[in-house]
């Protein structure tokens, strides 16, 4: 079992970055793939990415595709979304997931999930 915790949102203008941050403690992270997820307000949740486990090979769905990657770094236990060209309809909490058995985009596979850290962009 794993707890996660995201930091690093808060209100950024548009063109402007965010990286956000998955500490996850109670279990080897490396082990384990780790899903992005936002939800905007008054709209369903939504997949942003994905990392597998150990050597931490990263997928982002096209719609933020070349503005979204993700990393890991295992030693601090830690998975990294970094946004760049941020957009007023990136606006959202953003969950960070792990426990899938594949690096999937279905948000039910995951069984922990941290508390989610809100992101807004706005001029």
């Known amino acids: 079992q794993v707890q996660l915790v995201e930091s690093g949102g808060g209100m950024v203008q548009p063109g402007g970055s965010l990286r956000l941050s998955c500490a996850a403690s109670?279990?080897?992270?490396?082990?384990?793939?780790v899903g992005w997820f936002r939800q905007p307000p008054g709209k369903e949740r939504e997949f942003v990415g994905t990392i597998s486990s150990n050597i931490g090979i990263a997928y982002i769905p096209p719609f933020v595709e070349g503005r979204f990657t993700s990393s890991r770094d295992n030693a601090r236990n830690t998975v990294y979304l970094e946004m760049n060209g941020l957009k007023p309809e990136d606006t959202a909490i953003y969950y960070c997931?792990?426990?899938?058995?594949?690096?999937?985009?279905?948000?039910?596979?995951?069984?922990?999930w941290g508390q989610g850290t809100q992101v807004t962009v706005s001029s």
């Open positions: 997931a792990a426990g899938s058995p594949t690096t999937s985009d279905q948000a039910g596979l995951y069984p922990y």
């Open positions: 109670g279990d080897t992270f490396a082990k384990y793939h």
